[in-house]
């Protein structure tokens, strides 16, 4: 019956697949967060013996700009998280290319593959062979060194788990609680009082009075007052209690997403009153505990596929975070301050590191740590008193 529905039958009865899951507000926030999170942030090649970038390799400018010639190294790693996260898996196919004068095979192209056609089989060697079957053509055995896979959590080692399959029942309760507020809105009424009548209404009260609520129907009559026949009251009703009920199933689910994919609720939009001073360490808590376990799947995965030989011991790939975990403007001064060495301390960082940071081009002359001293207010270009205390 699953693979006649094409998916997973939840509890509710909801048939879950990606396109319907994703059709769900809350699990569209969660998942766009995290992949747009990852798509944004730079992923950088780095000397592991000089911890600067490794702007000259090859593999710098595809994983830092342009990863393939349709796709834009956002687009890449976008598509890619958000592959991992619904499907379980995601697959890029290696494209090497022979340098004519080093003799070496460079990485050229990063092709993402479609994970419902990639089968990732375990021979009885240890050894992993991947099936990509295309739309067109005949089916390709990869070996592991033409596939980059990312993968979350797993319980073999080889597949990861589906958000949308572990999920299933949470995520079908939210479709089915959608289902069954559109269409209340759809087939039911939406009363929201009732008159009464002390006899029988006559036939010529009743068109006075449809006439009468004919003209305050619509929102620019709203507000006016309702002119009854022969003795009649009106009655408000009030929320029922299956109402209320569904109101809150709806925010239930809502949690249960949070829950599944590690997102805070805050951002994804409930509430509200946690807006505000407590923003920045919701924004640490993504960072560090929905982020943090898919950058260590990236840099570790893309090390393993897209490193060879003695490049594993002498470059690194990172992810830079430190865009989503800076504080407030004057949070991140005291801090530059004291990388600067304010206060008599030593400092750590020169005045150009610290402009490099803030993206601002480096000035002769403040390479030296030891000129980090005259303070924040020179690193950054402002005039500065080289008389005072730092």
Not at 41 to 58: F, G, R, V, Y
Not at 127 to 146: A, C, F, H, M
Not at 378 to 388: I, L, T
Request: charged share 25%.
């Amino acid at each position: 019956m699953e693979f006649l529905r094409c998916g997973y039958e939840s509890a509710s009865g909801a048939t879950v697949t990606i396109d319907t899951a994703l059709r769900n507000t809350s699990v569209f926030r969660a998942v766009s967060l995290i992949s747009y999170a990852i798509g944004m942030l730079p992923l950088q090649l780095i000397n592991e013996d000089t911890k600067e970038k490794a702007s000259d390799h090859p593999l710098y400018r595809l994983l830092h700009r342009e990863p393939n010639n349709w796709q834009s190294a956002f687009d890449f790693r976008s598509l890619m998280q958000m592959r991992a996260l619904v499907h379980g898996n995601a697959y890029a196919l290696i494209i090497r290319s022979r340098d004519l004068t080093t003799g070496k095979k460079n990485i050229v192209r990063l092709i993402p593959l479609d994970p419902e056609k990639v089968t990732v089989t375990q021979n009885p060697d240890w050894t992993v062979v991947y099936k990509y079957t295309p739309s067109q053509g005949g089916q390709r055995i990869l070996n592991p060194d033409e596939v980059f896979h990312l993968r979350g959590l797993s319980v073999d080692g080889i597949h990861g788990l589906s958000l949308v399959r572990q999920a299933r029942d949470a995520i079908g309760l939210a479709i089915s609680a959608e289902l069954a507020a559109g269409r209340l809105f759809k087939n039911g009424s939406f009363v929201g009082g009732v008159l009464t009548h002390p006899g029988k209404l006559s036939d010529p009260s009743l068109e006075h009075l449809k006439a009468s609520l004919a003209e305050k129907e619509g929102a620019q009559n709203a507000g006016k007052n309702l002119v009854l026949e022969e003795g009649m009251k009106y009655e408000q009703l009030g929320q029922n209690a299956r109402d209320a009920q569904m109101t809150e199933l709806r925010k239930m689910q809502v949690e249960e997403i949070a829950r599944v994919t590690g997102v805070p609720r805050p951002l994804l939009m409930v509430d509200e009153t946690s807006w505000g001073s407590g923003i920045e360490a919701l924004g640490r808590f993504f960072v560090q505990y929905a982020l943090g376990p898919w950058f260590e799947a990236w840099q570790q995965a893309a090390e393993r596929s897209l490193l060879v030989g003695d490049e594993k011991d002498t470059l690194s790939i990172k992810f830079n975070p430190g865009a989503l975990l800076r504080g407030s403007m004057k949070d991140q001064a005291d801090f530059f301050s004291k990388a600067l060495g304010t206060g008599g301390a030593p400092g750590w960082q020169s005045q150009n590191e610290i402009r490099g940071i803030l993206d601002l081009p480096p000035k002769e002359g403040c390479d030296d740590v030891s000129k980090g001293a005259m303070g924040l207010a020179r690193a950054v270009g402002e005039p500065v008193n080289d008389n005072s205390e730092a």
